[in-house]
């Protein structure tokens, strides 16, 4: 499948939706590969000829000998990770040069005082704690909105040792404020000699792929290359948009893509928002069609609902519709890709959210993701007739068990925004396009 012009993959979820599949699959027509939001708070798992990878940073892109990868300057950087997902991508016999690899030299750089202040964080907000994947992603943007970030381009500067130890001097300070505990840890984290070794080692590998690649992306967009935005986590993640505080520091949508690449919406053909067909979440915060009995349980073993960066078991329940309504919304998303039927297969019921009541209204979209509400918002469900026959194995919608046909046209009609893509299993041919 090949999409011509410039189109982003964005979640319409709180993530995990298995955008990694399309993404990699599009990245192989694709010139450019932009990743433009978060960090190494996300993951994703491709399985191709070289073997299986766990990224949390790399593009995907990174497969197309003929595509040049980019890390946004919007992206939480860390160096360490992304040397380590360099260093396994070349044993196991990829390229990787500042020939498919460019990253921003506007990007600023998790920094190991981010991460424990992340974690400071969570621990002081006890019961309300945001649940984040650990990886500093909200210090580092903070850092970045104080303008006191350090970044790629700093690498490259001859002072960027100096730089470091003056940071370190006050983040120690910040720290000790902030370790009520006085976990010893701490110490060993901010350590002086190891920051400089780790960070020595990261620019040797990282400096000849250090660059601004704005002028590069816009040059190709003039061009009508093949531009593909790469999104991490999800739309009900958006630190703006989203169920704040239970949100991500970034933004995931078209928004992000446009701030990390200075295109606009006119520039761009297809957002598409990649959907799972029920509905999952790791980390706090309101989930209004959450199952947490049996049902819950049984989507959560079939379909493997358990995070690719912590591991942790997702929250699972019936696909929230006005949610889904909301994100098309916010998000820009003239497209949809469905994943992850097959695990319906399974199930002895399936229902769908069609809209809430919120103090003896009815809400077909969500008209705020504010956490409140979005907590008291009671979900209407609509029960779907089940299908006898699965559609894993099939290899046309149009031979899908007819039920199966029918929730997708379902959601489609309900949201007016078309499936154009369907997934029914985690192989990359496990996929329809329904795209002319
Ligand atoms: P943070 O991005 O690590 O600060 O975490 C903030 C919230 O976003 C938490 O609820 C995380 O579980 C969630 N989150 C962050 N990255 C991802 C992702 O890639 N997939 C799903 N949830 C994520």
Not at 52 to 81: C, D, M, Q, R, W
Request: charge should be neutral; aromatic fraction near 8%.
């Amino acid at each position: 499948m090949k999409l011509k012009g410039t189109n982003i993959v964005i979640d319409t979820a709180w993530g995990d939706s298995g955008k990694g599949k399309f993404v990699d699959v599009f990245s192989h027509s694709a010139d450019l590969v932009v990743r433009f939001n978060g960090g190494a708070n996300a993951g994703h798992t491709v399985v191709n000829d070289y073997g299986e990878f766990k990224f949390h940073l790399i593009p995907t892109g990174i497969f197309n000998p003929n595509a040049l990868s980019i890390l946004a300057g919007s992206v939480a950087l860390s160096p360490l990770t992304l040397v380590s997902e360099i260093e396994e991508l070349r044993k196991k016999s990829v390229k990787i040069s500042e020939k498919n690899l460019l990253i921003s030299e506007y990007a600023h750089i998790i920094m190991p005082w981010h991460i424990a202040r992340d974690t400071l964080r969570e621990t002081a907000r006890g019961a309300s704690k945001v649940g984040t994947t650990g990886r500093g992603i909200g210090p580092l943007y903070a850092d970045r909105t104080e303008r006191i970030g350090v970044r790629m381009g700093d690498m490259l500067r001859e002072n960027f040792e100096e730089i470091i130890l003056r940071e370190l001097a006050w983040q120690k300070q910040l720290i000790s404020i902030m370790n009520v505990n006085n976990d010893d840890i701490y110490g060993e984290m901010l350590d002086k000699d190891k920051i400089l070794a780790d960070f020595r080692a990261a620019k040797e590998v990282l400096a000849p792929m250090i660059g601004n690649p704005l002028p590069i992306i816009w040059k190709a967009q003039k061009e009508g290359a093949n531009i593909l935005g790469e999104g991490a986590q999800g739309m009900l993640l958006d630190i703006d948009l989203g169920t704040y505080p239970y949100v991500t520091s970034s933004h995931p949508g078209i928004t992000g893509f446009s701030i990390a690449t200075g295109l606009q919406q006119n520039d761009i053909q297809r957002v598409i928002g990649v959907t799972k067909a029920y509905q999952t979440r790791v980390g706090s915060g309101p989930m209004p069609t959450e199952l947490t009995g049996k049902v819950g349980d049984k989507l959560r073993e079939l379909g493997n609902e358990y995070g690719a960066t912590t591991g942790r078991p997702r929250r699972c329940g019936w696909l929230d519709l006005p949610a889904l309504r909301y994100s098309l919304q916010i998000g820009g998303i003239n497209s949809i890709a469905l994943t992850k039927i097959d695990i319906l297969d399974g199930m002895d019921e399936i229902k769908i959210c069609t809209h809430y009541e919120h103090n003896s209204r009815r809400y077909d979209t969500l008209p705020t993701a504010d956490a409140e509400f979005m907590a008291e918002a009671k979900p209407i469900y609509k029960t779907m007739p089940r299908w006898q026959s699965p559609t894993e194995g099939i290899k046309n919608f149009i031979d899908f068990p007819k039920e199966a046909q029918k929730y997708v046209k379902f959601i489609e009609d309900s949201v007016g925004v078309k499936v154009e893509i369907i997934s029914n299993g985690p192989a990359r041919n496990e996929v329809f396009y329904r795209i002319e």
